[in-house]
């Protein structure tokens, strides 16, 4: 059994990646986006995300919009749920084929798109913003490494906040990307 | 990674009219790297001061569970997230035996008709009171130690025969001076995020000393549900998992 600490864990450009999905999640809040939470194999990473952003753990940080999608046929209820301009985001493994349909109808949706997960990458563009832990540990979902993650995202995105002036009409470069990808998906 | 050139600090400006996003891309993903550093570093710390408890309390879970026993996992916000993680960990593991573990703070129906009924305070207590015997087992998960709610719930549970266990942060809060609590885990942070990081790793590790001490107790107790194999007869419950 490995000891499952996330020691190293953002060394290979996770950091990095973190750090644009935060920005971009900052200024689509800042425009009024809701964030859509979903994590088909173990849902109370959907609602721990949700709750984070809705009820923020440090008192005088903003509330913001997000919620939790459980259940079933998740993509029939996002597709009623996602107002152009939200944010959709994962944590799942890159073979949960709910989550790609998800992420792969997202931009269609004028949502932008996040997926959090551990092991083998999803296939190149499958998100605006992957954020993924590359060490295969299959117990990855129970050990803290997800929160992690999420708690990296918020509390990132709310030091975004301290940047209006990077929060305006700032071109919005993961949606850009998403054009060619949905072309593709388009194409295929 | 490429470096930046970070000289923000040189040239004040009005945050208004900030335009260049790479100082503060690279100032976020070195804090990113520094909270993950100080997430790893409690981590480690954690599992060092509580191995001998991780055991002691997987070994007094085991036998609870081997006499039939059920766990009854509880907690607010994000932990009662947390704690479902744990719950479903026991219930259906990626590895190992499946262990008969809920969340009692899954089913909205339940919980806020005790929260408007009798009140707040009292929505995991009552719970404990409608399912809790002697051979189960209730296992809290706060950050500060001191939820109402959460306490409530134990002293049912301490007071029904139950295991009880506690998860907190920062001192301890209440969980850790209760003489309710039979098991108190204590992640040593002033943060509720890094203490939640640490506490779901406690909670995997805790699952792992649990599941290695029922092979030895399930050894002593001929427990039936192991000794019966596929070929030894019908499965009342019709599964092949």
């Not at chain 2, 995991?124 to 209730?138: E, K, L, M, N, T």
């Not at chain 2, 009880?164 to 209440?174: I, L, P, Q, W």
């Amino acid at each position: 059994m490995t000891t499952g600490i996330t020691a190293g864990m953002l060394d290979g450009g996770l950091a990095e990646d973190l750090a644009a999905a935060s920005l971009a999640m900052a200024r689509r809040f800042a425009r009024g986006a809701t964030l859509w939470c979903v994590a088909p194999g173990w849902e109370p990473h959907a609602q721990h995300m949700a709750v984070e952003f809705v009820h923020p753990v440090i008192v005088g940080k903003r509330a913001l919009p997000a919620f939790a999608l459980t259940g079933s046929d998740l993509v029939a209820r996002a597709r009623v749920a996602v107002r152009p301009g939200d944010i959709l985001i994962a944590v799942a493994g890159s073979g949960d084929e709910v989550v790609a349909d998800l992420m792969l109808r997202a931009p269609a949706w004028g949502a932008a798109s996040a997926w959090i997960g551990a092991g083998p990458r999803p296939g190149a563009g499958a998100a605006d913003h992957v954020l993924w832990i590359d060490d295969h540990d299959p117990m990855a979902p129970a050990t803290g490494a997800f929160v992690l993650i999420y708690h990296l995202l918020w509390e990132l995105t709310h030091v975004c906040f301290e940047h209006p002036g990077l929060l305006k009409a700032a071109p919005d470069t993961a949606a850009d990307v998403r054009v060619t990808h949905a072309d593709e998906a388009g194409g295929a | 990674m490429e470096a930046t050139e970070n000289t923000g600090f040189l040239y004040p400006f009005i945050a208004a009219e900030e335009r260049d996003e790479r100082p503060l891309l690279a100032a976020l993903a070195g804090s990113a790297r520094a909270k993950a550093a100080e997430s790893a570093a409690l981590q480690q710390a954690t599992l060092t001061a509580a191995a001998d408890l991780v055991a002691a309390c997987g070994a007094a879970m085991a036998e609870r569970f081997a006499a039939g026993g059920r766990l009854y996992a509880f907690g607010n916000g994000g932990s009662s997230t947390d704690c479902a993680t744990f719950a479903a960990l026991f219930a259906s593991p990626p590895d190992g035996r499946p262990l008969p573990a809920l969340n009692l703070s899954a089913d909205q129906a339940v919980v806020t008709a005790l929260g408007n009924d009798v009140g707040f305070d009292l929505i995991f207590s009552r719970q404990i009171i409608a399912h809790g015997g002697s051979r189960d087992i209730a296992v809290a998960f706060s950050t500060s130690g001191s939820s109402r709610d959460l306490m409530a719930a134990l002293r049912e549970a301490r007071g029904r025969g139950l295991l009880t266990v506690g998860f907190a942060g920062y001192d301890g809060g209440e969980m850790a001076h209760s003489d309710v609590v039979d098991h108190c885990f204590v992640v040593r942070s002033q943060s509720v995020h890094r203490i939640q990081e640490s506490q779901a790793l406690l909670g995997y590790h805790l699952r792992a000393a649990t599941e290695q001490a029922m092979h030895k107790t399930v050894d002593r107790c001929v427990h039936p549900d192991v000794h019966n194999g596929p070929s030894s007869g019908p499965n009342p419950h019709g599964g092949t998992e």
